[in-house]
């Protein structure tokens, strides 16, 4: 099992840049696929970025591409999501997520994670 807590949210002007972290306790954090994904009001969640448990394989959703990377410290047990050009449509709660996984796979299905963070929210306004 594993415990997970995002921060680095906040208010950020349209064209600025926020990073998220996601800090993984309780077993070994290299034994997990991870993966960001939001959730708007009043809209499902969705998939942000995914990466393999040694970082060698990542994924993004269209709408980042090109903005935002995701990134991971295993002998820090983090995770993170670099955003950049940041866009009012971006404006959600941000969850991270974990799978365990062995095969560097990158996960992009909300389905398949395990366990989830709290979120923590994005606004993105002027």
């Known amino acids: 099992q594993v415990q997970l807590v995002e921060s680095g949210g906040g208010l950020v002007q349209p064209g600025g840049s926020l990073r998220l972290s996601c800090a993984a306790s309780?077993?070994?954090?290299?034994?997990?696929?991870m993966g960001w994904f939001r959730q708007a009001p009043g809209r499902e969640r969705e998939f942000v970025a995914a990466?393999?448990?040694?970082?060698?394989?990542?994924a993004y959703a269209d709408s980042v591409k090109g903005r935002f990377t995701i990134s991971r410290d295993n002998a820090k047990n983090t995770l993170f999501l670099q955003m950049n050009s940041l866009k009012p449509e971006d404006t959600a709660v941000y969850y991270c997520?974990?799978?365990?996984?062995?095969?560097?796979?990158?996960?992009?299905?909300?389905?398949?994670?395990?366990?989830w963070g709290q979120g923590t929210q994005v606004t993105v306004s002027s």
């Open positions: 997520a974990a799978r365990p996984d062995f095969l560097e796979r990158v996960v992009t299905n909300r389905e398949a994670y395990t366990y």
């Open positions: 309780g077993n070994i954090f290299s034994n997990y696929a």
């Open positions: 990466i393999s448990w040694n970082g060698g394989r990542t």
